[in-house]
């Protein structure tokens, strides 16, 4: 290995290709320059001794004891010899004494001046052949996660914090979650290594890390904890703090680090380090090979995904419940500012590449944060989500709108997958997929059949021009032959105020009568956007019987009406469900006349059935259906009719199945056919046990 890194290392320009394969050995390596300053220190250096490189690199290599065991100093041998091996006693993370056999070399240049002095090390204690095997593949699982962080702009909490223990007043920081976010927001990253990135950088990588929050990558469930070591070197900077830890995830017994920096750094700077063991009988290359292929599925899955910790609203959803609070929406409405508070302590964890292309976002990095970006487009949405989760519900599933961060508003397929025991309670799941064009395409749809339907019933209209013509001429000529006869009753000497009053009474009702016409046939004729009120079906049909009603008369038609009592309100739009009922009675009317039957009937009747519906049916005593179109009279352009256009019954299924309905036709026995549909009831929610 010294060969190899000597030949890499032979100048300025491979150094840094140096460096990547030190990182690879299994074996401590340790740069450092004439007056001992450490300028390099590779990952097995970090599992020999326990200091991290960012902890390490700027110091000198007399932090950690550089004596020979034997006491003497080892340093004019080196320079003379040009290397030296032997063991050296050093000082762990932890202070604990680590005895460490040792090579040194030097490195001088073409000058002979020195360069540097190169350390290769290990444990001394003596090693077997199978244990140099396994000491690589164990490398990664030793080896710490290390920050190096920045608590200056924490001062005036950290300040505020110290005089309350010289007061006398205790201070325990899991009492306070709102200190514990003001101080890990503050508190910013200024170095991270390979294995912190890897566990914690929710695919941020480093250069997103860095200068960021630590508050934005710590793990959740010891964010209280981590808030009381920074506390607590700060307060006092020669401590090294050590606590065990919980970690969610691949560790076992993870232990975290706290120390203060010494110079050179800057005197705010304080090192992080967890420590742990895998919590898995597999090898740590099978573990990351598993968690890579867990990774890959979550960032390449075609739909938008957050992991989010709520284990803060669970907290407080318990406390609730012990508090005896059993109508959580209600007490959300009087108590918002719990709302607005989970907003800003559940915190998203991990998201995939589509939720960062979803938001318009740099990088995954700026979506790991708090959830209150989440509902900034729909805020009544965070109470519903919390609603849900307090009644224990697996999953809310709802249409909403979220505020990409270009300021663009998206519709969205909201979905959120809530934890249950034994599952980790911290992973809960939100999805979002993207429904804007399927949304664009149902409004397009929409209008065709809107279109569609209004084709319909001017076709209706069309074929009912005669019996319209006859429905106004009825009043308009009661209306000329009353303002005649009112002219000469003007005209006599002996006019008869009386009779003349009547007359004109006559005009104005007959004029209402015409208006009330002319209204109708317009709703019919006119293009509108489907207006869905409670509306009463026998109104509906009786309305409907005024279009056809002379039809029926002039063709010698008896058209009998059985309307069921009391039947409920139904919810639809009131020209919509008309239309179907003269599409029904004229095709009826038309059947009868082209079978040449002579005695003719129509019967309509409602009725409410057992699936909590009203029923509307028209059957007639014509030819009925052929057997062959039975299967096919609500196809778009099929007709029995000769010089039918196949679209009236198409249009009349659209419609009953857009109110939620059944449309179906049959022949009767005896002969002629018979068309129902059905309107549901609206349910009516059930009252608050009082």
């Known amino acids: 290995m010294s060969n190899l890194f000597q030949r890499a290392a032979g100048s300025d320009h491979t150094f840094p290709h140096a460096m990547e394969l030190a990182d690879l050995a299994s074996e401590s390596v340790i740069v450092s320059d004439v007056h001992g300053v450490i300028k390099y220190w590779n990952a097995a250096s970090e599992a020999l001794y326990g200091w991290p490189a960012m902890a390490m690199v700027g110091q000198r290599v007399q932090t950690i004891g550089s004596l020979a065991h034997s006491g003497t100093d080892h340093f004019s041998a080196l320079l003379r010899e040009g290397r030296w091996e032997g063991v050296a006693l050093r000082r762990g993370l932890t202070g604990a004494d680590i005895v460490a056999a040792v090579r040194q070399i030097v490195r ?32 990664q699982s030793s080896l710490a996660a290390s920050w190096e962080l920045d608590t200056s702009a924490a001062h005036h909490l950290l300040d505020a914090i110290a005089e309350h223990r010289r007061g006398g007043i205790p201070v325990d920081l899991d009492q306070h979650p709102d200190w514990v976010d003001e101080m890990l927001s503050a508190t910013r990253i200024l170095a991270v290594n ?29 964010r209280a904890l981590l808030a009381t070591l920074i506390e607590s070197v700060t307060s006092d900077r020669t401590r090294l703090e050590i606590r065990k830890m919980i970690l969610s995830g691949s560790l076992r017994n993870p232990v975290v680090k706290a120390w203060h920096s010494a110079e050179p750094k800057p005197p705010d700077t304080v ?12 090898t740590t290359w099978e573990l990351q090979a598993s968690e890579e292929r867990y990774r890959q599925l979550v960032q390449y899955l075609p739909t938008a995904l957050w992991q989010v910790d709520s284990r803060r ?86 249409e909403t709108r979220i505020r990409a961060f270009d300021g663009s508003i998206i519709d969205v397929l909201f979905t959120v997958t809530y934890p249950v025991p034994p599952e980790q309670l911290d992973n809960t799941f939100i999805t979002m997929q993207d429904i804007s064009e399927r949304l664009n395409a149902e409004q397009q749809l929409r209008k065709l059949q809107a279109d569609f339907s209004h084709a319909g019933r001017i076709a209706t209209l069309g074929e009912l021009a005669t019996s319209i013509a006859h429905e106004i001429n009825q009043p308009l000529a009661a209306i000329v032959t009353n303002g005649e006869t009112s002219l000469r009753w003007l005209a006599r000497a002996d006019q008869n105020t009386e009779k003349v009053t009547q007359l004109t009474s006559r005009i104005v009702s007959n004029a209402r009568r015409a208006s009330d016409i002319i209204h109708r046939i317009r709703g019919m004729a006119a293009k509108h956007e489907p207006e869905m009120r409670l509306i009463d079906l026998n109104e509906v049909a009786e309305e409907a019987l005024l279009f056809i009603r002379h039809d029926t008369d002039s063709k010698s038609i008896v058209l009998s009406a059985a309307f069921g009592a009391d039947l409920p309100k139904v919810l639809g739009d009131r020209i919509q469900l008309q239309q179907v009922i003269i599409n029904l009675l004229v095709n009826s009317v038309q059947a009868i006349v082209q079978s040449g039957q002579p005695k003719r009937r129509i019967e309509i009747k409602t009725s409410f059935d057992d699936d909590d519906s009203v029923v509307l049916s028209v059957a007639d005593n014509g030819p009925g259906i052929p057997a062959a179109g039975l299967a096919h009279v609500f196809d778009s352009f099929f007709s029995t009719k000769d010089a039918g256009l196949g679209i009236g019954l198409a249009i009349c299924q659209s419609i009953i199945t857009a109110h939620g309905g059944r449309i179906a036709g049959a022949n009767r026995p005896n002969g002629g056919a018979h068309f129902h549909f059905t309107v549901p009831v609206p349910r009516v929610p059930s009252p608050e046990p009082g």
């Open 108 to 139: 001088r240049d073409t000058a002979g001046g020195l360069l540097d002095i190169v350390e290769f090390g290990r444990n001394a204690g003596s090693l077997s052949q199978a244990a140099y095997l396994r000491m690589d593949a164990e490398l």
């Open 271 to 282: 090192f992080v380090t967890i420590n742990g063991v895998t919590n898995d009988d597999r």
């Open 194 to 222: 390979n294995r912190a990135v890897r566990m914690f950088g929710a695919h941020a990588g480093y250069e997103q890390m860095i200068g960021k929050s630590i508050g934005d990558f710590w793990p959740a469930e010891s």
């Open 313 to 398: 609203a669970g907290e407080a959803f318990d406390q609730l419940k012990s508090n005896g609070v059993r109508d959580i929406a209600g007490h959300l409405e009087r108590n918002p500012d719990l709302v607005e508070h989970a907003k800003d302590v559940v915190r998203v964890t991990d998201v995939n590449r589509d939720a960062v292309s979803l938001f318009r976002a740099r990088n995954p990095a700026d979506l790991i944060k708090p959830v209150r970006y989440i509902f900034a487009a729909a805020p009544g949405l965070a109470e519903r989500v919390m609603v849900a989760h307090f009644e224990g519900r697996r999953n809310l599933i709802e």
